[in-house]
């Protein structure tokens, strides 16, 4: 089993920017086999996929973030990061990280929060 701790969140205002981390513990070889995305639950909203990463690299994004956040990953650490700029107060929710599609439990999550 794979256990996720996320963090690096905060209170930033718009345009500011935040470095989201997703470290992993117990079965590390499955966290870096998969693909790892980040989700993001908004206040009211279903939890949405932001950005996905492959276990070789490969990059995907929502349109609503493209060209602002930038996934990335460090196997060896069993990490993965998202790189958020130029952020906007609609980006505010509370950031989680799982495998695409998800296979494991849900960590506590990163509250974000993006004042205007």
């Known amino acids: 089993q794979v256990q996720l701790v996320e963090s690096g969140g905060g209170l930033v205002q718009a345009g500011g920017s935040l470095r989201l981390s997703c470290a992993a513990s117990?079965?590390?070889?499955?966290?870096?086999?998969?693909?790892i995305g980040w989700y993001r639950q908004a206040p009211g909203k279903q939890r949405e996929l932001v950005a996905t990463?492959?276990?070789?690299?490969?990059?995907n994004y929502a349109d609503s973030v493209k060209g602002r956040f930038t996934i990335s990953r460090d196997n060896a650490k069993s990490t993965v990061y998202l790189q958020m700029n130029s952020l906007k107060p609609e980006d505010t929710g509370v950031y989680y990280c799982?495998?695409?599609?998800?296979?494991w439990g849900w960590g506590q999550g990163t509250q974000v929060t993006v004042s205007s």
């Open positions: 799982n495998a695409d599609p998800t296979i």
């Open positions: 117990g079965a590390t070889f499955g966290f870096r086999i998969n693909a």
């Open positions: 990463i492959s276990s070789r690299g490969n990059t």
